[in-house]
C-alpha cells in the first residue's frame, strides 16, 4: 500500500501500551514520521473514533523536531487522545 506524499507518517510505531506502563527497552524507538529516523522523545497515543472502541490507544512515535507536525495531523482529524514523553532508553552495552 503506498503512502501518500502528504501523509506525515512513513510507518507505524512500535507496539506500546499506555505511557505509564511504557518500559525501557534496549532498541531505540524511532521517530513514526516519513523517512525520520531521529530517537523518538513522544508517544502519540490515538484512535479514530469511527473504528475503534474509547479505550483503544494506536501509537506514533515523534521526535522532537515533528512532535508538533504529527500532534497537529492526529488532531485536525479530531484521533489525538494523549501525548506522553517515551522513557528514557537504555544502551545496550
Known amino acids: 500500500m503506498a503512502v501518500p506524499d502528504d501523509f506525515p507518517r512513513g510507518r507505524p510505531a512500535p507496539l506500546l501500551c499506555a505511557a505509564a506502563s511504557l518500559a525501557p527497552v534496549s532498541e531505540v524507538l524511532t521517530c513514526s514520521s516519513k523517512g525520520c529516523r531521529r530517537e523518538a522523545a513522544w508517544a502519540l497515543l490515538w484512535n479514530n473514533p469511527k473504528i475503534h472502541p474509547e479505550d ?3 501509537t506514533w512515535l515523534a521526535c522532537e523536531e515533528h512532535r508538533e507536525t504529527l500532534g497537529d495531523f492526529l488532531t ?3 484521533f489525538l487522545r ?3 514523553p517515551v522513557p528514557a532508553q537504555e ?3
Do not use: H, L, T, Y
Open 76 to 78: 485536525a482529524r479530531g
Open 56 to 58: 483503544r490507544r494506536k
Open 82 to 84: 494523549e501525548v506522553e
Open 91 to 93: 544502551q545496550a552495552d
